[in-house]
Nanobody
Framework: VQLVESGGGLVQAGDSLTLSCAAS????????MGWYRQAPGKQREVVAG????????NYADSVKGRFTISRDNAKNTMYLQMNSLKPEDTAVYYC??????????WGQGTQVTVSS
């Protein structure tokens, strides 16, 4: 599966931003998708995940109530709506897709920078 993220950019604290992840290739095999992020000097961390079947979602505690993950299976696209952004949300955001064999593919990442 090939994944392409878009929607990153430079915003101010308190602003909103929506990231998109377009999947192509063997999309029929995807069972779950997610967003990870990596800030400078820090380890990559999970942000949110969603199953493609029932749409079950989960979030990191740091983004609960501010971020919303969703997907449009017909468009093979996943979204991350980010509200009330904070400077600590600054990171490269990566899209992932896990297939029914347990393989996880990654996108190239999109930069999100939140200024204070």
């Amino acid at each position: 599966v090939q994944l392409v993220e878009s929607g990153g950019g430079l915003v101010q604290a308190g602003d909103s931003l929506t990231l998109s992840c377009a999947a192509s290739g063997s999309t029929f095999s995807i069972v779950a998708m997610g967003w990870y992020r990596q800030a400078p000097g820090k380890q990559r961390e999970v942000v949110a995940g969603i199953t493609t079947g029932g749409g079950t979602t989960n979030y990191a505690d740091s983004v609960k109530g501010r971020f919303t993950i969703s997907r449009d299976n017909a468009k093979n696209t996943m979204y991350l709506q980010m509200n009330s952004l904070k400077p600590e949300d600054t990171a490269v955001y990566y899209c992932t897709a896990r297939n029914n064999l347990g393989r996880t593919d990654w996108g190239q990442g999109t930069q999100v920078t939140v200024s204070s």
